[in-house]
């Protein structure tokens, strides 16, 4: 490999890096936990729109630093969407061909922002089959794949570097309540769970980590019961939950998890929208909703505190999909009796 091709394809990561390394953490406040604090980590302000953006950045130098990318190396990728999306960005800034490997299902706007950055789109008919696929594309064209579902929790720095744990504890130090009670967010890959946990664990804070997983993810099964051959059909919200256990996933430094039914991912979505001023994704809803659930059990027990969760992503990204009344219908079902849940929840006094 040219160590100066390299070196330069480096650098020309850490100055992104550099342009948008932090985001930032939206305070929202509910009159019915009026001694409760709650923090959105909103991460759809990267280049890429997505939580994603850091994952694919740390993949590439991990990459490049273990002389796996070369100047003409082709990068093939499993992923939905939004890691794609920004490993495309990336692949584009390097001047490197992009392949993501995905669902034929992906949400449109997400296969658009691909192609937007130069990569590929290649469709497998269900969501399981996108490991083998990747690999074997890879093998032919003398390719890499970048597999962000094995060294996603380990191509990140989790002790700093401006990480996004160490960026959300940074933001929250002025604040009523700087420690948070809890840390709510979702798994994907298990990548960011797995530094967030981490670092609250190296700081000796005494902040707890909640993994929220969507109703048909493996991810809450192994939880509970630790067998690592578990699989299921995979989650309908996009970006997060898995049909199988991945590497990246490291349940001992998740204190609790939490399984939401995807019409509480929706209608809290949905309430956000309202809330906000501005769309985001299905994801942030089902880390919206554990964090109110975990607010509810704060007041009754009369704690008061801050929680922080994430805005993985803008809505914009599922305007035939999930903000389309007719096929949250069609693909996730009906989903009053949650927006009356969240309704008494958030109306509480």
Same mark, same amino acid.
């Given at each position: ?8 394809? $480096? ?47 740390? &993949? ?50 997400? $296969? @658009? ?74 798994? /994907? ?36 019961? /630790? ?9 309908? $919200? ?20 939490? @399984? ?16 906000? /001023? ?11 909703? /554990? ?18 969760? &994430? ?7 599922? &305007? ?24 008494? $929840?958030?109306?509480?006094?």
């Amino acid at each position: 490999m040219s160590r100066a091709w390299a070196n330069n394809a $480096i650098e020309s990561i850490q100055a992104d890096f550099q342009r948008s390394s932090d985001t930032h953490l939206i305070k929202l406040q509910l009159d019915a936990f009026k001694d409760i604090d709650f923090y959105l980590k909103d991460e759809s302000t990267h280049p890429t729109g997505s939580l994603k953006h850091r994952l694919a950045r740390s &993949l590439y130098l991990y990459a490049l630093t273990n002389g796996w990318v070369r100047e003409d190396t082709t990068i093939i990728e499993s992923s939905s969407g939004s890691t794609a999306v920004s490993e495309a960005y990336f692949a584009r800034l390097l001047g490197l061909p992009f392949i993501a490997v995905m669902p034929k299902n992906t949400a449109s706007r997400k $296969i @658009q922002q691909i192609e937007f950055y130069g990569g590929q789109c290649h469709f497998v008919d269900k969501s399981d089959q996108i490991y083998a696929e990747s690999q074997r594309l890879a093998e032919t064209l003398n390719g890499h794949y970048m597999d962000q579902f094995t060294f996603a929790e380990r191509a990140t720095d989790w002790r700093g570097n401006n990480n996004i744990a160490c960026s959300m504890f940074e933001q929250m130090q002025y604040e009523r309540f700087p420690v948070p009670e809890w840390v709510v967010m979702s798994a /994907g890959t298990g990548g960011t769970s797995a530094t967030i946990g981490r670092y609250i664990r190296y700081k000796c804070f005494n902040t707890r980590l909640l993994v929220v997983d969507p109703d048909n993810s493996v991810f809450y099964p192994f939880y509970q019961t /630790g067998d690592d051959r578990l699989t299921s059909c995979g989650s309908k $919200i996009e970006g997060i939950g898995r049909p199988r256990v991945e590497p990246s996933f490291v349940p001992s430094v998740v204190d609790e998890m939490l @399984q939401v039914p995807d019409g509480a991912s929706i209608a809290t979505m949905l309430w956000l929208e309202s809330m906000l /001023g501005r769309k985001v994704g299905p994801s942030t809803g089902t880390n919206m909703w /554990g964090s109110l659930q975990k607010a509810r059990l704060m007041k009754a027990s009369g704690k008061a505190g801050s929680i922080v969760t &994430l805005l993985c992503d803008s809505g914009e990204r599922y &305007l035939d999909t999930y903000y389309n009344s007719q096929w949250v219908e069609s693909n996730i079902g009906k989903t009053a009796d949650h927006e009356a849940q969240l309704k008494d $929840i958030i109306n509480a006094v």
